[in-house]
């Protein structure tokens, strides 16, 4: 339906999903999800909610740890998992024009670890001035800095905020208001938010949403440069949402759903 108005095609999904829950299809089982959807197959057969059907923002590209060389062995106990609800923004307070952003990564790890006796480096996630990302604390078995089931792994970022919160550290120091992150890795920061907030039907700018670490804890973080930016952040990380949510296909895998479930009720 292109020509659909898009308040018009949002509407239409949520009674689509309420129908689906409604008619007991959902309970019919993921197995008809899985092969209608056509996606690969992820490791350990996640079950897809309604959120994926509603918002499907694909994840941006992520530099895994092996990839910025964590150092596995200092890894310890088991991590803790909860349903992600916002995004908190931090700065690392180390070198705005990081030499070697992947060295100030495994330096960051190596501190809360050793330094701070953390399990695992805090953040969920890191980004540098190139608008890289750089997974953060473990997750399991499912996309970066998630279990199998969705949920997200509980860092160590923000006192008392931590479980169902994704901590996304800025390399660099923005404590002066002239300081800012450069747009690369805002946008970065903004990619991970959509990807994690979009895929769970949580808006941007919804209040608590998207924030900065001093909203929630006494601390000057992620410094005046970065905090005065969230507002454009939110809106940056909305408009990714908007956009995966008006992918073609997107509009097709409901169409699809539809005519699957059609058939599947005779
Ligand atoms: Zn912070």
Not at 87 to 109: K, L, M, Y
Not at 133 to 159: K, L, N
């Amino acid at each position: 339906m292109p020509d659909e108005d898009p308040k018009a095609r949002v509407l239409r999904r949520q009674l689509l999903w309420q129908g689906l829950v409604g008619a007991g299809v959902l309970a019919a089982g993921p197995t008809l999800f899985r092969s209608v959807l056509a996606a690969p197959p992820s490791a350990g057969a996640v079950d897809l909610g309604p959120a994926r059907l509603i918002a499907a923002v694909p994840a941006p590209p992520v530099v895994t740890r092996s990839q910025w060389g964590a150092d596995e062995r200092l890894r310890r106990g088991s991590p803790d998992f909860a349903p992600i609800r916002q995004v908190i923004v931090h700065h690392t307070v180390t070198a705005t024009q990081e030499p070697d952003p992947a060295a100030r990564v495994r330096a960051i790890h190596a501190f809360h670890v050793q330094g701070n006796g953390w399990s695992d480096i805090g953040y969920n996630f890191l980004v540098d001035q190139a608008g890289r990302i750089y997974e953060g604390r473990a997750g399991g078995a499912g996309p970066p800095g998630e279990d199998g089931a969705g949920r997200g792994v509980v860092g160590a970022h923000a006192e008392g905020h931590n479980a169902g919160s994704v901590g996304v550290a800025i390399l660099g120091t923005f404590t002066e208001d002239g300081v800012t992150p450069s747009d690369a890795a805002l946008d970065a920061v903004a990619a991970v938010a959509a990807w994690k907030l979009g895929t769970r039907d949580i808006d941007p700018v919804a209040p608590g949403a998207l924030i900065g670490h001093r909203d929630v804890v006494s601390t000057g973080c992620p410094g005046a440069g970065c905090q005065r930016r969230l507002p454009e952040l939110r809106d940056r990380a909305r408009a990714r949402i908007a956009g995966a949510s008006s992918q073609p296909e997107d509009g097709g895998l409901i169409e699809e759903v539809l005519e699957a479930v059609g058939g599947l009720l005779g």
